[in-house]
């Protein structure tokens, strides 16, 4: 039995140990923000914060989960307006959209270690996820717009 | 044939329903208010729309020729009315339009809701979306071709003006007073000379029996009355976008769902010879295996076929489908290599092709030149690699199927599915959700079919998920190509004789056995349609047979035409010794209207991308106005340092004018970066300029996949590549600081706006390359070709 907490609700498994944390989220909880781009940590679609830092779901095993802390895109804001939430609003971001939980999710983490990111943080912080769309311009100026209003 | 291999009956472990019912289905736009009106009184159409809009209140039905209340709509055989969208004002007021196109990044779902509502004066905080079934009573849906704008803009508008007038007879009627009194202004009618105001809601009740207003007397917004078209309007989906809550194919939950992973053929047109599935079944949530018959190539939109596993959760089908041992026979494509397939297209533009278009004498142009250039060029197949892998989900029960999908046509889907399972298509509802983006892939419905054959066999709803290899391997491809280029040049530098030729698989080879290939009217996708102003031309196709399902792909063959033409017209810049944009200009040459189906095209097609060849003939005025944008916006013709370069690039397609500026960053390594770009697009009048300057920004970005990263190669008939490990595509790094985007608004007919982008920005990247580096990379992709640029010799001597 793994027991952890998503979203601030604890919560219990006992399937396959090897289930990716990609999959428990989509299939068992019916999260799902988080999303499958590729299932080899390439895309970073699937992009959830463990312990508050991002982390790729479908690399994450659930048997190395016990007492995790997780946080999807459901539950990053309360009432959906984290400012990256509203910096990518703002700054009309998505196209399609499927990537983008997971670019806020990242974007979340490296906000919090660097409040003010320069260009090169930022192509560091996100130069692992794609997006198929091309929407990099506008994630790049929606990171920026968000970091500036928080300070 | 459909042999089972399960262990477990025909309902598998938990029966009908599985014991794994934890979830509320979620359901995407079906509105619970589902309507009980009686079947012989409406057609499917409307009772599809009814449903989904609920009862009471005003709805009005958009179709050609007009707009007619529902309750008036209803269809005959005599009367064969195709309404396209549905607009429904409820009594409390608020708006519901129905979104008949599918939403795929492209902001439909906020662009068509957007001039209905302005035409009508209505308050954007009023109105709701809701996205329409699969109905044969919308028309085609196929929301492809960059059409949905371009091909409705004149619908959505009268409908909004006729919603107007109706409010405004309404209130003039309520009041006693002439309609002329009266103005609708944001949700209200107003009379003008006392001020008093009657809210749309309240008029509902009225305009449900008065008189429709008469067409004639319809008056659509004039540029000035209008709030939002060619303005701005975000996007409607933001908020459940940002928050994760926005339901895209896979996210659709239906209790006792299974989840099923199917082995698909490796080689196009190979058949299972033995399946063992035995450690599969020992997989812990494995129900079960079912061999899904292979469709006869080349198959259409139908499923490839192989062997599905059902599982009750993904994961358990992934384990479930790694532990199948399927082998499968070598099948009439094993030997596609796709060096072999490079030389043999290189042969075949070799020789003489198929003319879409000829004028002159081009054999005597390029033999008294003063000067010839000659050079071919080549392109990979590609997949659209969208970020959602195609998925798709499926109840199918009492002979009625009911499917989940993200579709570009649900209509295609919802024939394919009723020809695939031999029902009636009135038994099939195929319902949209959002698409994870699209590209052209998701047009074909074969993965919907592969979830209700599943779901039919086991009995249970089921969700087909294809995962990122699957996609890779098993997609429809968009078409490899080969070019060869020739011109000659007068003394003075000017273009006299152009000789284009190109071979590639042809799309039509998933519809038809045995093609030879291309056929010359599909030059008119950006290659026989050019706006050069040469005297001597032959554009011709040449044969090239398909050993893959070849598909469309965002901008279809004008990627290739584009890269190739854009490359080959800085290659006779070089050669004219000339600046690059000046001699696009004269290339293009004097002001000039044209209808090219008259002028030089080979039996051309009845239409053009579905539009009258007479409504958007070429205007060389709107060409060159392109160009002269970007070199002005962009710092044309000011130095860059070496490693630095910008390039130019013109095209037409899909109805619309783009030109681009990109410069472009080398790196030593040969790592091409683009720090900025400048485009100008004319497309007629634009609606939404936010979003058509997010697809400029896209499209140059996928032309930046295309161009230096993606593609996909075969061996022994299988794709090479698996996964973005290895099917590389743009990413942050790259991509650009600026993309300074001018959109030439003006009140034409409109163009499109997805395509057009792409296939300029394939040529302007690969101009760049020449002038940061010298190097003319004529074979895509670009990849590690660059590698060590500095230290080389070059073309253009500089080293
Ligand atoms: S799905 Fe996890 S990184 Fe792509
Ligand atoms: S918005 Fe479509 S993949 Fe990023």
């Known amino acids: ?151 | 044939m459909s042999a089972l291999f399960g262990k477990h009956g025909k309902h598998g472990k938990h029966g009908k329903h599985g014991k794994h019912e934890r979830h509320e289905s979620r359901l995407p736009w079906v509105s619970s208010n589902t309507t009980p009106e009686s079947d012989e009184l409406v057609d499917s159409g409307r009772r599809s729309a009814l449903k989904i809009l609920g009862l009471g209140g005003l709805v009005l039905a958009v179709g050609p020729g007009g707009v007619r209340r529902l309750d008036a709509a209803a269809l005959t055989a005599a009367d064969p009315w195709n309404p396209h969208v549905y607009v429904k004002i409820a009594d409390d007021g608020i708006v519901t339009i129905l979104c008949h196109r599918s939403e795929m990044g492209q902001g439909i779902r906020t662009t068509m809701p957007m001039i209905i509502a302005d035409e009508m004066e209505a308050d954007w905080s009023n109105c709701r979306v809701e996205q329409a079934d699969g109905e044969e009573k919308y028309g085609s849906q196929n929301t492809d071709g960059s059409t949905s704008i371009r091909a409705f803009l004149p619908q959505y508008r009268e409908a909004g003006a006729t919603v107007r007038a109706l409010m405004e007879d309404a209130a003039a009627k309520e009041w006693g007073v002439a309609a002329t009194e009266v103005k609708a202004e944001q949700h209200e009618v107003v009379h003008t000379a006392t001020g008093r105001r009657k809210s749309f809601g309240s008029l509902v009740a009225s305009a449900r029996t008065m008189a429709m207003p008469a067409r004639e007397r319809l008056r659509i917004k004039s540029p000035a009355e209008r709030r939002w078209q060619g303005k701005a309007m975000r996007s409607i989906d933001l908020v459940p976008v940002t928050t994760g809550k926005a339901v895209y194919g896979a996210d659709v939950i239906l209790p006792g769902m299974k989840v099923a992973m199917v082995v698909r053929p490796p080689v196009w047109g190979s058949k299972v010879v033995s399946v063992d599935d035995s450690a599969a079944l020992k997989v812990p949530g494995v129900e079960k295996v079912v061999r899904i018959p292979e469709s006869p190539i080349p198959g259409a939109f139908l499923p490839l076929g192989g062997v599905a596993v059902v599982a009750k959760n993904t994961w358990a089908a992934i384990r479930g489908r790694e532990a199948l041992k399927v082998t499968w026979d070598a099948g009439p494509h094993a030997t596609y290599e796709s060096k072999a397939y490079k030389a043999e297209l290189e042969a075949s533009v070799a020789k003489p092709g198929a003319p879409g278009y000829r004028t002159g004498d081009v054999a005597a142009a390029l033999a008294s030149g003063a000067r010839t250039v000659k050079a071919s060029y080549y392109m990979p197949h590609l997949s659209h690699a969208q970020m959602e892998p195609v998925a798709a989900i499926a109840n199918v029960s009492n002979g009625k199927v009911e499917a989940w999908a993200p579709t570009q046509s649900p209509f295609d889907a919802r024939n394919t599915l009723a020809q695939y399972l031999k029902v009636e298509p009135a038994n099939v509802t195929v319902h949209v959700t959002l698409l994870g983006g699209a590209f052209g892939r998701k047009s074909k419905p074969d993965f919907v079919c592969e979830a209700a054959f599943l779901s039919r066999e086991v009995g249970a709803p089921v969700r087909v998920q294809w995962t990122r290899e699957d996609d890779v391997r098993n997609s429809y491809y968009h078409s490899v190509a080969a070019h060869r280029l020739e011109a000659s040049l007068d003394a003075s530098g000017k273009v006299t004789g152009w000789l284009h030729r190109s071979a590639y698989p042809t799309i039509s080879s998933v519809f038809a056995p045995n093609l030879p290939g291309p056929t010359p009217d599909e030059l008119i996708n950006g290659a026989s349609d050019v706006p050069w102003d040469i005297p001597n031309m032959s554009v011709e196709v040449c044969p090239a047979v398909a050993h893959v399902r070849i598909g469309w792909f965002r901008s279809v063959n004008a990627i290739h035409h584009g890269f190739a033409i854009g490359s080959f017209v800085d290659e006779l810049a070089q050669a004219a010794g000339k600046d690059s944009a000046e001699f696009l200009l004269q290339l293009i040459g004097r002001d000039r209207v044209v209808d090219q189906s008259k002028n030089g095209m080979v039996e051309p097609p009845k239409d053009y991308y579905g539009a009258a060849w007479t409504d958007y003939p070429l205007d060389t005025v709107r060409a060159k106005n392109v160009v002269r944008t970007v070199m002005e916006k962009s710092g044309w013709g000011t130095k860059l340092p070496r490693g630095r370069g910008r390039g130019i690039a013109v095209h037409r397609s899909f109805l619309s004018y783009v030109a681009m500026v990109v410069e472009v960053e080398v790196l030593p390594d040969g790592t091409v970066l683009v720090p900025k770009a400048t485009v100008a697009v004319d497309a007629g009048f634009v609606a939404n300029p936010d979003r058509a300057k997010s697809q400029m920004e896209g499209a140059l970005i996928m032309a930046m996949s295309n161009t230096l990263h993606s593609e996909i190669s075969f061996a022994q008939g299988r794709v090479v590549q698996s996964n973005y490990r290895d099917y590389q595509v743009a990413r942050m790094r790259a991509a650009p600081r600026t993309v300074d985007v001018h959109i030439l608004q003006n009140e034409g007919m409109p163009g499109g706006i997805g395509e057009p982008g792409v296939p300029p920005a394939c040529g302007a990247i690969a101009n760049a390359i020449f002038a940061a580096t010298g190097v003319r990379v004529r074979e895509l992709p670009v990849g590690r070709q660059l590698a060590g640029w500095s230290t080389r010799a070059t073309e253009d001597g500089s080293s």
Not at chain 1, 24 to 48: F, H, M, P, S
Not at chain 1, 70 to 84: A, D, K, N, S, Y
Not at chain 1, 86 to 108: H, N, S, T, Y
């Open chain 1, 1 to 151: 039995m793994i027991t952890l907490t998503v979203n601030g609700t604890r919560r219990s498994f006992d399937g396959d140990p090897t289930m990716p944390l990609l999959w428990y989220l989509r299939d068992e909880l019916a999260l799902t923000g988080t999303k499958y781009g590729c299932g080899i940590a390439q895309c970073g679609a699937c992009t959830v914060h463990v312990a508050g830092r991002p982390a790729r779901a479908c690399q994450l095993k659930m048997e190395t989960l016990q007492g995790a802390v997780v946080t999807t895109i459901e539950g990053l804001h309360p009432t959906g307006q984290h400012p990256l939430q509203e910096a990518w609003r703002e700054i009309d971001v998505p196209q399609c959209g499927f990537c983008q939980p997971g670019q806020i999710m990242q974007a979340a983490g490296l906000l919090k270690n660097k409040p003010k990111p320069t260009d090169q943080d930022i192509d560091t912080a996100m130069n692992g996820h794609i997006c198929r769309c091309g929407t990099y311009p506008r994630i790049r100026a929606a990171i920026k717009a968000a970091a500036e209003k928080q300070s």
